[in-house]
T-cell receptor, first 113, second 115 residues
Framework: DAKTTQPPSMDCAEGRAANLPCNHS???????VYWYRQIHSQGPQYIIH???NNETNEMASLIITEDRKSSTLILPHATLRDTAVYYC??????????????FGKGTKLSVKP | SQTIHQWPATLVQPVGSPLSLECTVE??????LYWYRQAAGRGLQLLFY??????ISSEVPQNLSASRPQDRQFILSSKKLLLSDSGFYLC??????????????FGPGTRLTVL
């Protein structure tokens, strides 16, 4: 079972920031927070990951609370092409079955013009 | 650069017929390989993963099986399909120990309809 809880859906206006929350209250000290997204009828795409510090790359920013029990993925200027299902996943960063990605139901983000 | 291929892209099969889906990866060696299934309206479910030739781990018991006859080839099979096997099948890879380990790279998928 997924170790994360996400809202099933969110809307965002084009050009505005999209803030997608994720709860992971049972996260272990060696587990990272990963975000993937899946555009309709395509395979998932990696976005970003982090352990406890905030992270930023060309796609998004990841804000992790100090107690690591929740995080927020931020798309700073959402476009229509960002419409997708966004998955928040916690996993360890080494091999074996514990390192496998376990996908929950994610948040369906709809970016509207 | 690395690429991942899956075929066929779409497949319609009758109940009770056999299944063989193929996935190949180019541009890397000894990758971890994964099979996922996404049923209509549901999340991705990990079915099998492999860390090397002939090494298969099953995550969910079912009438499907997987094989890895070559380093960069991963095959998903069934002897007799069920209606519940319909879905979107995705193959993925990553590189344990390499810089790509933090990501899994997914193929284009096979949409299977069992009638």
């Amino acid at each position: 079972d997924a170790k994360t809880t996400q809202p099933p859906s969110m809307d965002c206006a084009e050009g505005r920031a999209a803030n997608l929350p994720c709860n992971h209250s049972t996260i272990s000290g060696n587990e990272y927070v990963y975000w993937y997204r899946q555009i309709h009828s395509q395979g998932p795409q990696y976005i970003i990951h982090g352990l406890k510090n905030n992270e930023t790359n060309e796609m998004a920013s990841l804000i992790i609370t100090e107690d690591r029990k929740s995080s927020t993925l931020i798309l700073p200027h959402a476009t229509l092409r960002d419409t997708a299902v966004y998955y928040c996943i916690v996993r360890v960063n080494y091999g074996g079955s514990q390192g496998n990605l376990i996908f929950g139901k994610g948040t369906k983000l709809s970016v509207k013009p | 650069s690395q690429t991942i291929h899956q075929w066929p892209a779409t497949l319609v099969q009758p109940v009770g017929s056999p299944l063989s889906l193929e996935c190949t990866v180019e541009g890397t060696s000894n990758p971890n390989l994964y099979w996922y299934r996404q049923a209509a309206g549901r999340g991705l479910q990990l079915l099998f993963y492999s860390v090397g030739i002939g090494q298969i781990s099953s995550e969910v018991p079912q009438n499907l099986s997987a094989s890895r006859p070559q380093d960069r080839q991963f095959i998903l099979s069934s002897k007799k399909l069920l209606l519940s096997d319909s879905g979107f099948y995705l193959c993925a890879w990553n590189d344990l120990g390499g810089r790509t380990y933090n990501e899994q790279f997914f193929g284009p998928g096979t949409r299977l309809t069992v009638l």
